[in-house]
């Protein structure tokens, strides 16, 4: 059978899984005959409240929204705490294994137990209800044991995906103001132990660059590696979390308490501090988790294989599968170590039934080739999901008969840091996949696909997505920055949230997503800033400009390609005859200077060095005319142009060596 599956091809959903799924057709007639009732019964049904929430939705001053009011619960009680109390404290909540190879298997009630010391460690350290304490940490239960922690004391955190830099660290721990740093010495990936400590002291090493609201960094012991210590600031877990009490009574807090941060890159060089809340959150995440992945407690091994860095693993590790009580694997490194088919042997190992990651791992694994999988028993597994990015019907194809025996459902789920939980996806009981497309908006949400006046497109038309009805988990503000939320997202079509992506709806109206319509760049299913890029970039002695264009790439979907001029005497250094080799060494200064300085992940494939760069008159950088140049095509209308010759200088400056 032929890998490629066309868009013609459909999947219903297998005979006994659309008998007796979880989400049964009733789901969208209910939400579409009272959609606030419906949530209100969602959030009821899925989560214990301390206090009943008087009133659903609070949109009076709108964009900024209320759900839930009047309710008080604790998330962290939700996410472990009433599993136990409900008897199922023997259930584990998490099989982790680390890239070395060690395992720890962690019941609900040895997690209920740790997030009680880790609450009290914390509080020990001074952080009151309201404090933000970054996170900056690898893939260990300590990072959710951390995070459920934060959210018992109602301390909202802000994790730093552990990729970050030192200076991408201080930056997010000044805007939130973080008076704690959780830490790890290191942490595993590709077979090294990466620092971690150390970019932590960077970050707050010197007071007159940063760093000056924290006051304590909690470090746990990963690999034993040296690490630098500040007395009177750092502390080691071991010290100060396994010794500590393991009562403590978990106070209620209010719906609308802040639960947590998260940076993401927005249009402007300055990530933006997406905010969530405790009651509407935690209810669409669980709501979600529950009923596009067809959980069953009682039986599914679930494997999100995301990073808690990001909202995935938020939403997807963290609350929605420990709201709903499921067991777990959680895995701390990449796919290839020790070799191509640890993943396997992890689905293996554990029986994995549900398994969700991006389509970009899809797309290494069949580069890798579906040998690696035949060696494994893989039929524990019933359903596949899909984020980050559009999955290109091949890989569709290629997952669902690959890993998924061509049985298994799969489900292409859409959504945002800023959405906090899925908002269009097939559910597996109920839709009729097709390879490629994320198909409806789930009950209880509302899309449209607009056109550039705000008017709804015709199906089979393609246009701007918009979420058109406010819903529990959507973030509520940027942080410290109300106007750039309106303006962000609710300025473009006033009334509706404007997503960045571009869509098309098909005959049937079913949702295709076509990227980003803004200068955001999805790189491996990260989200990357042009304009971040940029100025790390000119932030080097050698860069007097730079320009950066996302462009198709066949398996990080897209690569950063990075268009610089130099300053003078930078290029003058370059461009005497024989000075290749001093090129080519300062292209990769380049490359490596924009890892340092953000992460590994925004490092430009391709750095091009030209001497000037195609402008309209208002000064305003043509970046669909470089991306034309990044994926060797023709350059399109150049008429708007302040000079048109610009396009003929640059092909014929990199005619040259490359
Ligand atoms: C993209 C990740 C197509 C999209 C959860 C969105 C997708 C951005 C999909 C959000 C999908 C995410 N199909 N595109 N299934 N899922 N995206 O905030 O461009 O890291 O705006 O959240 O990823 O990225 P973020």
């Not at 997505?465 to 609710?490: A, F, H, K, N, Q």
Request: hydrophobic content about 40%; some cysteine; glycine content about 10%.
């Amino acid at each position: 059978m032929p890998d490629e599956a066309t868009t013609q091809e459909t999947y219903p959903p297998p005979p006994d899984l659309a008998r007796d799924a979880v989400a049964q057709p009733e789901l969208y007639a209910r939400a579409d005959a009272d959609r606030l009732a419906f949530w209100a019964d969602q959030a009821r049904t899925l989560l214990d409240w301390e206090t009943d929430f008087t009133q659903t939705l609070d949109w009076d001053r709108a964009p900024f929204a209320r759900w839930f009011v009047g309710g008080r619960l604790n998330v962290a009680h939700n996410c472990v705490d009433r599993h136990v109390e409900a008897g199922n404290g023997d259930r584990v909540a998490i099989h982790w294994e680390g890239e070395p190879g060690d395992r720890r298997t962690i019941t609900y009630a040895d997690l209920a137990r740790d997030v009680r010391r880790c609450a009290n460690a914390l509080e020990g350290l001074g952080v009151k209800a309201g404090d933000r304490v970054a996170l900056y940490l690898p893939m260990i239960p300590e990072a959710v044991v951390a995070m459920l922690a934060c959210a018992r004391i109602g301390a909202p955190h802000s994790v730093v995906f552990g990729g970050f830099s030192a200076d991408a660290l201080r930056n997010r721990v000044d805007d939130a103001e973080a008076v704690v740093v959780v830490t790890a010495d290191g942490g595993y990936r590709r077979g090294a132990a990466a620092p971690l400590k150390a970019s932590v002291d960077e970050a707050l090493g010197d007071p007159a660059r940063g760093g000056r609201s924290v006051r304590s960094v909690l470090v746990v012991r990963r690999t034993g590696q040296d690490v630098a210590w500040t007395e009177g600031r750092d502390v080691w877990w071991h010290d100060v979390v396994d010794g500590a009490s393991e009562e403590h009574e978990a106070q209620a807090f209010d719906a609308e308490h802040p639960l947590y941060i998260l940076y993401t890159s927005g249009t402007t060089g300055k990530p933006k501090g997406i905010l969530h809340t405790s009651g509407g959150y935690l209810t669409g995440a669980a709501y979600t988790h529950r009923n596009v992945f067809d959980v069953r407690p009682e039986t599914d091994v679930y494997w999100c294989a995301a990073d808690i860095g990001w909202v995935t693993g938020h939403s997807y590790i963290v609350y929605g599968p420990l709201a709903n009580g499921v067991t777990q694997v959680m895995y701390e490194g990449t796919p290839d170590t020790p070799t191509r088919e640890r993943w396997w042997e992890v689905v293996e190992r554990y029986g994995v039934t549900l398994l969700y990651t991006a389509p970009t791992t899809v797309r290494t694994f069949m580069k890798w080739g579906a040998d690696l999988l035949s060696g494994h028993d893989l039929s524990s597994l019933r359903l596949l999901g899909s984020v980050g990015e559009p999955i290109n019907p091949e890989a569709w194809g290629w997952y669902r008969r690959h890993v998924g025996s061509d049985r298994t459902p799969v489900v292409d789920t859409w959504w945002q840091t800023e959405t906090g939980s899925i908002m269009i996806s097939p559910l597996p009981g109920i839709t009729t996949t097709k390879p490629g497309s994320a198909q409806r908006p789930l009950p209880g949400i509302s899309a449209a696909v607009l056109d550039d006046t705000g008017a709804p497109v015709a199906d089979g038309q393609a246009g701007y997505l918009v979420l058109t009805e406010p819903w529990p988990s959507m973030l509520r503000g940027i942080w410290g920055d109300d106007d750039r939320y309106v303006e962000t997202y609710w300025s473009r079509f006033p009334g509706r949230y404007f997503a960045g992506d571009g869509a098309r709806l098909d005959e049937d109206g079913d949702v295709w997503l076509l990227g980003r319509v803004d200068d955001v760049m999805n790189v491996s299913g990260h989200r990357l800033s042009t304009a971040e890029i940029e100025s790390a970039l000119v932030s080097h002695p050698s860069v007097a400009e730079a320009a950066v264009v996302g462009a198709a790439d066949d398996t990080t979907g897209q690569a950063v390609c990075a268009f610089v001029i130099l300053r003078a005497d930078a290029a003058r250094a370059v461009s005497g005859e024989g000075d290749e080799a001093d090129a080519a060494a300062l292209v990769k200064e380049l490359r490596d200077h924009v890892a340092r300085e953000i992460s590994p992940i925004a490092k430009p494939r391709q750095v091009l060095v030209v001497a000037e760069l195609p402008k309209t008159r208002s000064g305003k950088i043509m970046r669909r005319l470089l991306r034309d140049v990044a994926e060797g095509r023709e350059a399109g209308d150049v008429t708007t142009l302040a000079d048109s010759s610009v396009m003929g200088t640059i092909r014929a400056g990199l005619q040259g060596p490359a």
